[in-house]
């Protein structure tokens, strides 16, 4: 069997190990070698995802290339885009689907690239904890759907949305999240020319022209259990989320969409100030790029989360959820 025709049936693979996990008949097995004892997420919610410890391989000598010469990517690309150190950088979804863990240098710093497809969840964090830097790599498993990475220095498990090591030695640790933007190729490339972008040539034979989770994103069904469900939206809306001073709110892109209705879009992006947990802060949405982000009051990005509806409310049941109010 050719390989891109492996990954091509991958979707059917994972429905089947959705099914086995349903009816109890991994709960049993062991969770790829990895040794829980007291976790800081309930035992019982992690859940065995189908590839085994490592089966999908982390990047971990990630090659660049300059964005005019980025001949594979089109506009409409979706990518997560880093600016750090004064340092531009794009990492296609098409490449991280099938690896969703970089361990990047920028500059002197190590920084780690994360993304979880069955969450739309994209995180950037240091790798530095205490002078001492980490190298993750994809443990197989999930909590709340979302990818439980794990360090390779100690083996602890490392929960991607909630930031934190959940199992092991670092139980309890907190990695520092940077901010990243989910958007398109053509605007990023639009706003930051000289980035760099991941390179195609990753080492690794993966077809990164068709993703395995083909239909997934407009489908309301999810692969794995998850603790909390909300039906006031479709599963996979996307939002955008933030935690700051303890407190947590939500932003809906079709209520962004309802907000921003008829306003002359200008430059392309809309802002929209609020205040969460004592932080002021700014929302720009681009709705022709399905993107947002926040920045402080002086254009200074801050950390936040794009995630699907359902990943976010998963993690955060409580929030603050923000609804356009009628023109």
């Known amino acids: ?37 007291q976790p800081l997420i309930p035992a019982d919610q992690i859940f065995h995802g189908g590839p085994p410890k490592d089966g999908i391989p982390a ?3 990630p090659s660049f290339d300059a964005a005019n010469k980025a001949a594979e990517l089109r506009d409409a690309d979706k990518v997560l885009g880093l600016v750090h150190n004064g340092q531009a950088r794009a ?33 950037a964090f240091r790798r530095e904890i205490d002078s001492r830097v980490y190298n993750f790599g994809v443990s197989g498993l999930l909590y709340n759907s979302d990818v ?27 990695l520092e999240q940077l901010p990243l933007e989910h958007t398109r190729w053509g605007e990023w490339r639009r706003r930051y020319p000289d980035s760099l972008v991941l390179s ?10 068709r993703t395995p989770y083909e239909g997934y ?19 996979k809306e996307k939002v955008i989320g933030v935690s700051f001073g303890g407190e947590q709110r939500v932003y809906p892109f079709s209520e962004l969409e309802k907000h921003f209705a008829g306003v002359a879009l200008g430059n392309r992006q809309q802002a929209l100030k609020s205040q969460v947990g004592g932080q002021v802060f700014v929302l720009h949405f681009n709705k022709s790029a399905q993107s947002a982000r926040i920045t402080d009051g002086e254009g200074r990005a801050l950390p936040s ?20 109010q009628a023109r």
């Not at 990492?91 to 994360?114: K, Q």
């Not at 195609?200 to 990164?208: K, L, V």
């Not at 994103?217 to 599963?235: E, I, K, M, T």
């Open 1 to 37: 069997m050719k390989l891109s025709s492996r990954w091509f049936i991958y979707p059917v693979v994972l429905l089947a190990i959705v099914f086995l996990v349903q009816q109890g008949s991994l709960s049993q097995q062991p969770l790829n070698g990895f040794e829980l004892s």
């Open 59 to 61: 990047l971990d000598s």
């Open 91 to 123: 990492y296609p979804i098409r490449i991280l689907n099938y690896h969703e863990l970089v361990n990047d240098r920028v500059g002197d710093e190590a920084v780690l690239i994360s993304y979880c497809p069955l969450c739309g969840t994209g995180m």
């Open 148 to 174: 439980l990475m794990y360090d390779r220095q100690t083996q602890s498990l490392w929960s991607q949305i909630l930031g934190k090591a959940v199992n092991g030695p670092l139980k309890g640790s907190a």
């Open 200 to 209: 195609f040539q990753t080492g690794h034979s993966r077809d990164y022209s």
């Open 217 to 235: 994103s407009q489908s309301s069904s999810l692969y794995f259990p998850v603790a909390n469900r909300d039906g006031r939206y479709h599963p």
């Open 305 to 324: 989360l794009t995630a699907y509806w359902f990943a976010w409310i998963a993690f955060y049941p409580d929030s603050e959820v923000f609804q356009a």
